[in-house]
């Protein structure tokens, strides 16, 4: 207990531990480790501290953590868990939701909300997805002690739609060098038909603020260039109308690759496209920078901020500048490897250490009553 006589423990919402890993629970994860590794090094700024992990009682998945226990637990159960049970579970401490939902109330919460997509773009997603979770996010803005998001970008978004005002909210970049640590699979290369810099890698998506239809539009712009375009993609794109049908045989779906597939596909990628509208956090873009692949990416949303002036910008309505752009890189081998450098440089400064440490701030201020 402190001086105050609340519990220095650290709870932390672990409903991701339900499903597969996201983008989200990617950072509790992380996050998690650091911690982890952190406490079992002696870490002073974890004296006096404790952290545990609650989950549902049917979660599935585990963490490889040793100092940090992981409690699974049901008081009312199923739909009610997070908004009720978990409310009063960590009750007397100070509880950390990594994934943009928090209790019904909590008195000491810090919550990440990562972006506001679903206001910016709701026709992006389903409308039964858009009444539970956009009031969700809402509640959880106005009830947590802190809001911690990913971006000045972010940031923006959230005041702007009202979810949370600007002095909760403390911004932390996420970190992008999880990827150095899994070794390159090449055999995915011959698995798909692939040459190393003989094509360019973009990763599919059904969400319309993806917009990766002007992709599709720009290889058909390329002419007799015999680059291919390698979507990572759960569905077999080739059956689908529209704007994928112009990229004719140089399409390759991807699919079913492990975390070595992927360092390998962006190492081995000509160029790594994100041709997205919007974005929270430039995650992808990160990744593929940090495996030794150059970007081409939009100058929206998140990504001017996260990346600067180490990657190339294309406008995203304008499929002759995205096949223009992805042709320089083809043509010039020595630009492609200055490109690689800057960006493998400026890839390196977003650690998840640094994001970390950068939470611990805000969570021991919380829990400290500060």
């Not at 971006?151 to 923006?156: A, L, M, T």
């Not at 080739?238 to 992927?262: F, I, M, P, T």
Request: net charge positive; aromatic share 8%; hydrophobic share 45%.
């Amino acid at each position: 207990m402190d001086e105050g006589g609340k519990s220095r423990t650290v709870y932390v919402n672990g409903r991701f531990l339900r499903g597969p890993i996201t983008g989200t629970s990617r950072v509790a994860e992380e996050v998690l480790a650091c911690w982890d590794a952190a406490m079992l090094a002696g870490d002073a700024r974890f004296s006096g501290m404790s952290i545990e992990v609650l989950c549902p009682g049917n979660a599935a998945r585990a963490l490889p953590l040793k100092a940090i226990p992981i409690r699974r637990r049901n008081i009312l159960g199923g739909k009610f868990w997070e908004p009720v049970d978990l409310g009063l579970m960590a009750w007397k401490g100070t509880l950390v939701n990594f994934a943009n939902v928090a209790p019904l109330y909590h008195p000491r919460a810090v919550t990440y909300l990562h972006d506001a997509q679903m206001f910016l773009y709701p026709q992006s997603y389903p409308a039964g997805e858009l009444r539970t979770h956009r009031p969700l996010m809402r509640l959880a803005g106005r009830m947590s002690r802190r809001v911690v998001t990913v971006s000045d970008f972010s940031s923006r978004m959230l005041q702007r739609f009202a979810i949370a005002p600007a002095s909760k909210i403390a911004v932390i970049h996420n970190g992008a060098d999880h990827i150095l640590r899994v070794a390159p699979d090449n055999s995915v290369l011959a698995r798909f038909g692939l040459q190393p810099h003989g094509y360019v890698l973009m990763l599919g998506s059904a969400f319309p603020y993806k917009n990766v239809d002007v992709i599709y539009r720009a290889f058909a712009r390329m002419g007799v260039s015999s680059l291919k375009l390698a979507v990572i993609a759960r569905a077999d794109l080739r059956k689908a109308v529209g704007s994928v049908q112009e990229v004719g045989d140089r399409l390759v779906v991807v699919s079913d690759v492990s975390d070595a597939d992927l360092r390998a596909l962006y190492q081995h990628a000509l160029v790594f496209v994100q041709p997205a509208r919007t974005e929270g956090f430039a995650m992808t873009q990160l990744e593929a920078l940090n495996s030794g692949s150059p970007v081409i990416t939009c100058a929206l949303g998140s990504m001017p901020e996260v990346l600067g002036g180490d990657v190339v910008y294309a406008d995203a309505d304008s499929p002759d500048e995205w096949a223009q752009a992805i042709l320089h890189f083809e043509r010039d081998p020595r630009f492609r490897s200055q490109m690689v450098a800057r960006g493998q440089a400026m890839a390196a400064r977003y650690t998840w250490a640094g994001t970390a440490d950068a939470l611990w701030r805000e969570v021991s201020d919380v829990a400290k009553g500060r």
